[in-house]
């Protein structure tokens, strides 16, 4: 049976990043596999839009959750979610991050009927509930079902919100990572860091630590750092020789994020925390890269503690730099880390998570039943159903 | 005159009234809530015995096996009627898991999934059994936000809920056969 999902993205669409790419896969994956999608989402420039997505308004930058996030929210943002709600005639409406404080928010409030979430991020208390418990828990309540990308991002949930969710790990698509197999020997003999060069707990600072004692055993070694970032305050106070091992080429395109991920020998994950999953870890498994990432949770989970990729401990440079070179020393162990990972990243695949989105869908509807605007129960619902009237009544389009 | 108390109070006893409405509104979504949960969870189980039943009359499994499903999934759909209480209902859907689970074990889906339109019907069987348990676990989760936000004290003194009954979650072994969980 062909469905009518509408998905709801908070973060700017043409912003790179882990939630948008997860909203995009799971779009284009329902997509192929027949159902109607249309996501909402912050855009900023709307050329070059798919026409399955319908722009939410223009993102604001508002640091929330440890990073600088963009969002979109205020009256004219509701107005475009209640119209679009209202013209959707969604089966089921999916809310990625329903407590951040954007589109996703505003749709838990302007939608009713089969509405079904996803939990992305692990957070602290704090930062989840003590501004906006009662905003969180009649948000909340209004969500049929939920969903966890992660074990810390379903605890964040348990524990700090109540309720409860399924876990569905992120999905990967995996097939456009997956490198041409005779470059696979082909690769350059180089580390890999992705991500925004300033952000503490990317942990970049941690790797350029690491790298004096790397390029001890191994001088000619170059390290690509792809990510936004002003790479002057990483050059200063480190030694000539490490400054010369860095490139920093900037933000990527996911493209060549693919390609980059394709020609390493090596990817390097040194967060610090935070992370609630790593779909970065998977695209490189999936790309053939080995992956050499700190030992917080949500990688030891993706690498199955080791057995996908070589784990160290986080924030310990000693250990990071240990870590590298024994998989560039040794080729046999990198190739059997690589194989594992491989395999571990099929698992991971679009293809097969999507079934199992697509039962959530279907346990929290009963046929026949739709997503419609919320107006009900609440003065101020009241109060809009009322001047939407008056403006109806007098020819105007709501 | 202190008129601006006349004014307080006024605001006071409006913004109090705003909030009852509020919350009379969200129990009244969490009651629909739950009343949806529970249609969805219906179909589910009924979705689950229907294939049961037609997996036990298909002859594919082993007779001895194919009347212990049979029955089982028979007994679930007569306790689906209106009838039968919810317990007696959970019994017989926890026992069709049961037979499930006993009559399902790895060599006998095997066998099923190879002979012809076999396979189909295992996919059909695990999907509704996956099915069937997310949306007990939906229901429970509406469950248990409903009964959080009736035990709060404005909403018993005021007596929103009105009379809609306490909202019971629903027991029962629904967990997906082992041979069944990889499909």
């Known amino acids: 049976m062909s469905l009518r999902v509408g998905l709801v993205c908070p973060y700017a669409w043409d912003v790179p990043g882990g939630v948008k790419s997860h909203v995009a896969d799971l779009a284009v994956t329902l997509r192929e596999h ?46 475009r979610v209640r119209a679009w709600v209202r013209e959707g005639n969604f089966d089921i409406v999916h809310i990625h991050e329903p407590l951040a404080p954007s589109l ?61 969710a399924v876990l569905i790990p992120n999905g990967v698509r995996v097939q456009d990572f997956a490198p041409d197999t005779h470059d696979r020997q082909r690769r350059r003999r180089e580390l890999l860091f992705l991500g925004r060069i300033e952000e503490p707990r990317k ?21 690509i750092v ?40 090596v990817y390097v994950a040194p ?64 190739r059997a880390l690589v194989a594992q990972g491989h395999k571990r990243a099929d698992q991971y695949d679009w293809d097969s998570v ?9 346990s929290v509807r009963v046929d026949g039943e739709k997503v419609t605007e919320d107006l009900r129960g609440q003065a101020l619902g009241r109060f809009a159903a009322r001047t939407n009237f008056i403006r109806g009544r007098r020819g105007g389009d709501g | 005159m202190s008129w601006w108390w006349l004014v307080v109070v006024v605001v006071v006893v409006g913004l109090f009234g705003l909030y009852l409405s509020m919350t009379a509104g969200r129990l009244d979504a969490l009651h629909k809530r739950i009343d949806t949960s529970e249609l969805s969870l219906d179909a589910q189980l009924l979705r689950r015995s229907s294939i049961a039943l ?55 889906v095997e066998e099923v999934r190879a002979a012809p339109g076999g396979a189909e019907l295992i996919e ?44 019971t979650p629903v027991e029962l072994d629904d967990s997906v056969p082992a041979a069944l969980a990889g499909s």
């Open chain 1, 34 to 79: 027949g159902h109607h999608v249309n996501v909402l989402a912050p855009v900023e420039e709307d050329e070059a839009l798919p026409e399955w997505v319908t722009d939410g308004g223009r993102p604001v930058a508002v640091p929330y959750n440890g990073s600088v996030a963009r969002l979109s929210f205020g009256v004219k943002a509701t107005r």
């Open chain 1, 104 to 164: 996703s928010v505003l749709t838990c409030w302007a939608a009713r009927g089969p509405l079904v979430a996803t939990w992305h991020s692990s957070q602290d208390r704090s930062r989840v509930l003590t501004a906006g418990y009662y905003v969180a828990q009649t948000a909340m309540e209004k969500l049929r079902g939920s969903i966890a990308v992660s074990e810390e991002a379903r605890r964040t949930l348990v524990g700090h919100v109540g309720g409860d």
């Open chain 2, 54 to 108: 037609e997996l036990a009359t298909s002859g594919l499994l082993d007779p001895a096996g194919a009347i212990v499903v049979a029955e089982a999934a028979h007994a679930a759909r007569t306790a689906a009627d209106g009838d039968t209480s919810a317990l007696d209902r959970a019994e017989a859907e926890s026992a069709l898991t049961q037979a499930l689970d006993a009559t399902l074990d790895d060599e006998e």
């Open chain 1, 271 to 334: 967060h610090t925390g935070g992370e609630s999953f790593g779909i970065v870890l998977v695209e490189a498994m999936a790309a053939g890269a080995c992956v050499v990432a700190s030992d917080i949770p949500a990688f030891r989970t993706v690498l199955e503690d080791g057995r996908a990729g070589r784990l160290f401990s986080a924030k310990d440079p000693a250990s990071l730099a240990e870590a590298v070179l024994s998989v560039l020393d040794d080729d046999a162990s990198r």
């Open chain 1, 203 to 223: 942990g970049l600072s941690v790797l350029v630590d690491a790298l004096p004692a790397i390029l001890e055993q191994i001088p000619d070694l170059k390290v």
């Open chain 1, 354 to 362: 999507v079934d199992d989105v697509l039962a959530v869908y279907e």
């Open chain 2, 124 to 167: 059909e069987l695990a999907a509704s059994a996956q099915r069937v348990q997310l949306s007990r676990r939906f229901l429970n989760d509406a469950v248990r936000a409903c009964s959080q936000l009736r035990r709060q004290r404005m909403v018993r003194w005021f007596r929103l809920a009105g009379h809609t009954p306490w909202p």
């Open chain 1, 226 to 265: 792809a990510g936004p970032g002003d790479s002057d305050d990483v050059r200063k106070d480190i030694p000539a020789h490490v400054q010369r091992a860095l490139t920093f080429v900037g933000t990527v395109s996911d493209e060549r994020k693919q390609e980059l991920l394709q020609e390493v020998q």
